[in-house]
């Protein structure tokens, strides 16, 4: 298979209409210069286009933020999507639009991502030798407050810049994006829509209609993928947006489905039936939570039983000299149903969490990345616990990472390079890093390849959200190594599984119909997992059938005093 790292992207877009794209007729590259240091090389070769998906990316999404008849949203605004795949240079792209936008208007270029990705974008932009002048990095969680303070001050952008944009389905961050004083907007996603509501979204900011429109035109269609790619072909040959990723390279093996035990199916019924009783007796207010908290205990019992599966996994690719990176969910439960022998709630360890202390017990040490509080991203009080728990999560993940490197005198972990400017190879800290899908996107980290590194294995569990997975299968494909990537999924028929594989496969279908010619081979895979986890679950319930039926049976056969007359006595004599 020819390594897709070796050449520029796919270009999806121009796939998509023909190679009938507008090409850019200004490089608003061409001003954005390098201090004179080693780092100048790196930001020269972007500007020249020895790889254009970078220099093209740029200079397409600022030829569209600043024609006059560009289409605008309701706000007022004209807006790009970047929709560029993992390890395609989003980042890079992001720093040297702001940059190159600033230095044509004067005005500063806004650029808010999640907090635990700020530091990443900063690394980023020292790398290409550049400063932060004509650049205002600010947190996604801290959008609300900065935008009244700037309202306050009277401050104004030239544009708006989100990173992983795919957070823009949660309303606070689209209406404190809105309420930013810039009259462009500029959107980067690996993923930025899995269902309709977000696909809504997007396109009517890039094509000026309302969204209840656009959801119209969607819903009143005979063919809902005709209609996304249709959609998607008018907006791109408009010049609204550009779509460019790499093809799977690696190997993606047949889904391990492990059996359900009597234990885990009984503790199912339990928890189904112990919610029903619970939501019969509250009133409708509670019936979300509820039915959330029950999908979480679910997920949560289900993956708990793939721990010594997944480690045994995890132990026989270390023996091959393989890295592992081991993706699921990690949400410990406090049951509300199911209880210990002493009467307490049954509590049950996070997948990952449960994974990790089995390692260890093996004498197995792993890098662990931990999930932010849920909900926390909307809560500007929680921004220090998450800034906290952020650094953590890059003090683990470069443990992981093959590669020399240093801190400087400002603390700051940089890369050591040989005198052809090459990165110097060393081997990491560990070799198997537990990440959950909540943290999947945006780790830079993971895009060194050296040719001495370990291959890569990754091992999937199920989750109901494409954008996570696909996210996870991205990130895992930039390797550490030149090998092929292997993929491993992981799924059992319990209720769950079938619930997060039915979703999953949903949402890959929907994104599938975008052109990504990296979903193929996951869609083909979930739908091979779901085939055989109902056609399981069908079989187990027609041996309960079975088994009912002969039980009545016997039942049925059983002597019956009061229908059965009692026989005459031989002797004739009544006893």
Known sequence: ????????????????????????????????SAAPHENQRLLNSLRTGEDPT??????????????????????????FLVHDGTGTGKSFQAILAAKAIALETGEPALVTTRADLVPALKRDL???????????????????????????????????IIDEAQDCRFPDVRNFLDRVPARRQLFFSAAPFHNITEFCYFISKLNGKQIHQVKSEINSATDLRVEIADQLRQITAAGGMVHREFP?????????????????????????????RLIDRCDLR?????????????????DASKVNSVLQQTLDLLSQNK???????????????????????????????GLRQALSDQGVESSFIQTFPQNSDAIPGLSKERTAIAARNFEEMARFVDGAYRKNEAGQRFEVRDWHNH???????????????????????????????PGISMILTPTASADQFIQAVGRGSRRNSQGLTEYHLVANGSHADRHRLSQLLKGLQFIAAT??????????????????????????????????????????????ANRCPIPPSCSGVRP
Not at 64 to 72: C, Q, T
Not at 518 to 528: G, I, S, Y
């Open 1 to 32: 298979m020819e390594n897709p790292f070796e050449r520029p992207p796919i270009n999806v877009s121009a796939a998509l209409t023909g190679g009938q794209i507008p090409n850019w007729k200004k490089d608003y590259l061409a001003t954005v």
């Open 54 to 79: 970078i220099r093209d990316g740029v200079n397409l999404a600022l030829s569209r933020l600043f024609d006059p008849e560009a289409p605008k949203d309701l706000h007022g605004r004209t807006a």
């Open 126 to 160: 020292d790398r290409l030798g550049l400063d932060d002048t004509g650049i205002v990095f600010v947190a996604t969680e801290q959008l609300g407050a900065f935008v009244k303070d700037a309202k306050k001050e009277k401050r104004t952008f030239s544009v708006a």
């Open 248 to 276: 799977l390279f690696g190997n993606v093996h047949p889904a391990e489905l492990l059996p359900v035990s009597a234990e885990t199916h009984t503790a199912e019924t339990q928890l189904i039936e112990g919610y029903g």
């Open 286 to 302: 509670q019936h979300r939570k509820l039915k959330e908290d029950l999908d979480v205990e679910l997920n949560t019992a289900s």
């Open 323 to 353: 890295k592992v990176i081991v993706t699921g969910d990690d949400l410990p439960v406090a049951s509300r149903i199911l209880k210990e022998q002493d009467g307490l709630p049954k509590e049950t360890a996070g997948f990952l969490s």
């Open 423 to 453: 990165p110097v190879y060393a081997p990491s800290q560990t070799k198997i890093i537990l990440l959950p899908y909540q943290q999947a996107a945006g780790w830079p980290e993971l895009n060194q390849r050296f040719a001495q590194a």
């Open 515 to 560: 052109g990504s010619p990296a979903v193929t081979p996951f869609l083909k895979l979930t739908a091979e997992c779901l085939d055989i986890a109902l056609a399981q679950r069908a079989a187990h319930d027609q041996r309960l059938i079975r088994v009912q039926k002969v039980q009545q049976t016997r039942s049925a056969r059983k002597f019956d």
